[in-house]
């Protein structure tokens, strides 16, 4: 059960790799269509800053599990270092639990706040404010399964054991 929880862990992340991938390609070429006709055609595109905008939204919710999983979130370690390694591996797996507790709660916030916003319009684009906000619950969710994920990979502490497998370490900012 654990090993085919986590092929499917992987293969989310492939996708939302792919997702991530798109959206930023998708925003790249928004943002130099805008430039070019603003500035060379000397007629503005009204949707652009909007498209941007929203691509901008989903690619970092999207992101956000993957960052998880490749230990691009910080983490402070200064007290788990300092712990012994059992308390290390329980207060790992307490801080892991309320994170994804945490999660769950912005899941149902973010369905609240979908079913309140959903009749509401874009300005330019006229679609339901509903996709934007959509981003919130789908990313929060992707990013639980990547804690879940962490949880059963279980990560030796003072290796990046909070945030995941690829600490930043001290010096390597230099």
């Excluded at 901008?56 to 960052?67: P, V």
């Excluded at 207060?91 to 899941?107: C, D, H, S, Y």
């Excluded at 990013?143 to 600490?167: D, F, K, N, Q, S």
Aim: charged letters at 15%; proline letters at 5%; glycine letters at 10%.
């Amino acid at each position: 059960m654990r090993a085919a929880y986590l092929r499917f862990c992987d293969a989310v992340a492939g996708v939302s790799r792919l997702a991530v991938m798109a959206s930023m390609a998708a925003m790249t070429l928004d943002c130099i269509f805008g430039v070019f006709f603003r500035y060379v055609v000397q007629d503005a595109l009204t949707w652009t800053e909007e498209t941007a905008r929203y691509l901008m939204i989903w690619m970092g919710f999207l992101a956000m599990g993957l960052a998880l999983r490749e230990g691009g979130h910080i983490a402070v370690e200064l007290v788990l270092e300092r712990m012994p390694p059992e308390l290390q591996r329980k207060t790992l797996a307490l801080v892991r639990l309320l994170g994804v507790g945490f999660l769950l709660a912005v899941i149902g916030a973010g369905w609240v706040l979908i079913e309140r916003v959903s009749g509401q319009r874009t300005p330019v684009l006229g679609i339901s404010m509903m996709w934007p906000y959509l981003a919130i619950p789908v990313g929060c969710l992707l990013t639980a399964i990547e804690m879940v994920a962490l949880m059963l990979r279980e990560p030796a502490p003072g290796a990046g054991a909070v945030a995941g497998p690829l600490p930043i370490t001290r010096g390597s900012l230099n």
